[in-house]
């Protein structure tokens, strides 16, 4: 599904200011794989996410998604086939816009179809239907601005809109960092259930350890624009929050990731 192969990324290459993000980033990610990436501070995650959907200039590398090489595709055009969303809640939605006016651009944009043409008595209903799913009422506010609802309710349809057109591949970055614990437990929850139904392939950077070790098959380490360990199967299923505390300390000096 999605392959990276000796990617780098260098910000303010040749300056004082120069810093290596990413370092010879190699990785490949399987059709249905769920992995949440962790790491300390500035180890490259978020860098990582921004470079597969484009978001930032690769220095040297390659960036395979389903065989077809995107490393040169601008953003817009890889947001055709990946979906993602940030920490902050305000960002991927249009506030001055409505819930339906959001979830039918969303629709339009992958089916190119003018939005003029997009929002029929039909489409309606299924949104009513896809807006039950989250389970926070929007189905009776499809005419209410999106600027007007709170940060959770904006990240949980942000995640409907993301997902909705079946990407295939899906970047969660710190999605529920930004909301409150009981907020982002529900949209964890939620996430996971739509990343199951549709069997999305999914890379997600959390700083909840334990949210790392629970969703997921597989779980990859970063540190200094590296990564340091992949862990699947068994071992991730065993895994507790004292033994990734131990993996660091063991492989890291002076490194914390909570």
Do not use: C
């Amino acid at each position: 599904m999605l392959e990276i192969k000796n990617l780098n990324v260098v910000f303010n290459k040749g300056s004082a200011m120069e810093k290596k993000a990413l370092q010879n980033v190699n990785l490949s990610i399987d059709d249905g794989d769920f992995v949440s990436v962790i790491g300390s501070n500035g180890a490259g995650k978020s860098t990582l996410l921004n470079a597969i959907f484009g978001l930032v200039k690769i220095t040297s590398g390659s960036i395979r998604l389903n065989g077809k090489d995107i490393t040169m595709l601008p953003s817009y055009k890889r947001a055709k086939k990946i979906g993602i969303l940030f920490q902050n809640p305000l960002l991927g939605t249009a506030p001055d816009m409505t819930i339906e006016e959001n979830l039918v651009l969303a629709s339009a944009k992958i089916k190119h179809k003018p939005f003029s043409l997009a929002i029929t008595a039909g489409n309606r209903l299924k949104l009513v239907e896809d807006l039950k799913t989250l389970d926070i009422g929007l189905e009776n506010r499809l005419k209410t601005n999106v600027g007007l609802l709170s940060g959770g309710q904006r990240q949980a349809l942000t995640l409907l809109m993301a997902t909705s057109a079946q990407p295939d591949l899906l970047l969660l970055d710190e999605h529920t960092a930004a909301l409150d614990p009981q907020t982002a437990i529900k949209i964890m929850e939620k996430t996971a259930s739509i990343v199951a139904e549709k069997k999305l392939t999914t890379l997600m950077i959390t700083h909840n350890v334990q949210n790392a070790i629970e969703y997921g098959n597989k779980l990859l380490l970063m540190d200094g624009g590296k990564i340091i360990k992949i862990i699947g199967g068994e071992e991730k299923k065993n895994l507790t929050v004292a033994d990734i505390m131990t993996l660091y300390q063991n492989n890291l000096s002076d490194k914390m990731i909570l």
